[in-house]
């Protein structure tokens, strides 16, 4: 994951070749995925360029075609009608957006209706699209992938519930294994007869066949769906917890147990208020926490996280090439911002090179976090000076990364704040250093004093011409190799950031002006 298993000449360090401008993954750029699914229809268009795509473009109306389904059998009429009234507006967006052709599944409700091939045909003849039916297992595979997406290399098992079914795909080592589905979508548990107690033994039996055939699973479990998304956010209210992105918010059994006991207790409307949910989605929160509780009793998982790729980012990678996908979406995205947004591209990996003798015992985990703050280091200089350093910290908490747990989000944002700004009291991070523990903050401040150091030698080639630091964490000395090239670098302003870094490490210091490059 950070990049330091493999020699750069084969591209895939962090500043080896990049792939976003290859042709095999600029074919991917504008990707337009279409999801009907039994309570959203949605289309997302991707810049998938990239190994974590940035959302171009992000629409859903809730149409619950699933609705009264259990009665009927057939689509819900008023869904129907509103599910092709927002395909005809996506495929006009779609052209005018000039992307290639849609791609466009639906899942549950369109499979087992028993007007889905008519509704079909309608949308066929309407607006040209072709909708693929996938089967319930294809579903629980393009949901795993889509974690995938996000985790390259996780394990564990992948719960993907939507308004008619909910499918389990187990995933280890970057790949997707054993999957199945189930009729545990909150649309049918409503419709059930026998009110609490009947849902409770209907989820109960068929929680125990997916166990069957899912075998024994005490990894991570991920939760992918809009119902769990709610669920996560009203367990983020209760908790008070203070950084708002659900994608890899982490919960464990105890607390959900604790919010299915917050919400069957709760008014349902003040709730819903209150955590900025969906009146359509809340309504389907109180059955899909019956499911939630009983898949974790059942499944024992050792932690719990939230995914916010599913189906439709399974789609996208689905149609990554096999070298793209073994990438770090976290490094490549910051590697495809530095292109864009950097005045001088390619900088951060010499400003890597200038800062790592600080972080020599480092683990890979925070090496790879390293890497990225030095490719981030200059992508928000457009922002106003005075708001430079919110905005750094901001765009990292808060920006569509994969392969971020919250406290990593955190100690990007801080190493990136502290790269323009020496103090931290007053700003956001206040909210938020509870995430983070004392050695962390510390580190992420060192490492965004070390870039902003770093940064006023952008003119020297350190790798090149002998410009360095030497940190003797023992002795609690900081030395500066300059050579005579980089000495008029080294001016007033430079002189007070080395010594801002050093008070971080409080250490002494110690500036070295080298005859030549290999004195």
Known sequence: MDGNQTSEQDGSSPFGRA????????????????????????????????????YFYNEKLMCALGAGMSETGRLNPDGRARALQALKRFQALADGMKLPPLTVVATAAVREAVD?????????????????????????????????????GSYGLVCDIGGSSMELAEISDGRVGRRISSNLGPLKLRDLPGGQKGRDAHIKEVMQRLAGHMGAQRDRLFLVGGSWRAIARVDMYRRGYPLHVLHEYRMDKKSVSETVKFIKSADIEELRQACGISNARMILVPYAVDVLKRLVQTFKPKDIAVSSYGIREGLLYEQMPQELRDRDPLIEACRFAEAKDARLPGFGKKLYRFVSPLFSRNDDARIRLIKAACLLHDVSWRAHPDYRAETCFDNATRANLGGLKHSERVFLGLALLHRYKNKREGTRFEDLEGLLSEKATQEAEVLGKALRFGAMLWMSDASADGTALEWKPRKKLLRLKLTKASVPLYGEVAEARFASLAASLQAETEVVVK???DA
């Not at 999801?35 to 360029?49: C, W």
């Open 19 to 54: 792939l976003f401008n290859d042709p095999k993954a600029r074919a991917l750029s504008r990707v337009g995925v279409v999801d009907i699914g039994s309570n959203s229809v949605r289309l997302v268009v991707f810049d998938g360029a990239a190994r974590s795509p940035a």
């Open 515 to 517: 005859r030549s490059p």
């Open 116 to 152: 889905g091939p008519e509704f079909r045909e309608d949308v066929l003849r309407e607006t040209g699209l072709r909708i693929w039916v996938i089967g319930g297992e294809e579903e629980a595979r393009l949901s795993a992938q889509g974690v995938l997406l996000g985790w390259p």
